[in-house]
């Protein structure tokens, strides 16, 4: 099995930033695309930002130049820097990760818990 936990959301002021994190941890042999999903009240699950093992990212267009996605892979971890902040960026941030549990296995699809995040004033 394989438990993806995010870290680091909150409430913050429009134009202010914030860094979500996700780890997983588990039955990890090797971890391909890693992504972020929100979801507001009353939406559709929507992507954010993913990033594959090489280091390319795909952005929603709504966050194009104001949120960075990157990965740690030595410590299985991706983060999601937020900068400039809107109140229609408030949502639970899930983080999602396609994870292979051993050289032989195929990719599985893995969900975390989801971290709220708010954007204020």
């Known amino acids: 099995q394989v438990q993806l936990v995010e870290s680091g959301g909150g409430l913050v002021l429009p134009g202010g930033s914030l860094r979500v994190s996700c780890v997983a941890s588990?039955?990890?042999?090797?971890?391909?695309?890693m992504g972020w999903y929100r979801q507001a009240p009353g939406v559709q699950r929507e992507l954010v930002a993913i990033?594959?093992?090489?280091?390319?990212?795909i952005y929603a267009d709504s966050v194009k130049g104001r949120f960075t996605i990157s990965r740690d892979n030595a410590k299985n971890t991706v983060y999601l820097q937020m900068n400039s902040l809107k109140p229609e960026d408030s949502a639970v941030y899930y983080c999602?990760?396609?994870?292979?549990?051993?050289?032989?296995?195929?990719?599985?699809?893995?969900w975390g818990q989801g971290t709220q995040v708010t954007v204020s004033s």
């Open positions: 990033i594959t093992s090489g280091g390319n990212t």
């Open positions: 588990g039955s990890v042999f090797r971890i391909t695309t």
């Open positions: 999602n990760a396609a994870v292979k549990s051993s050289s032989a296995g195929d990719d599985h699809e893995y």
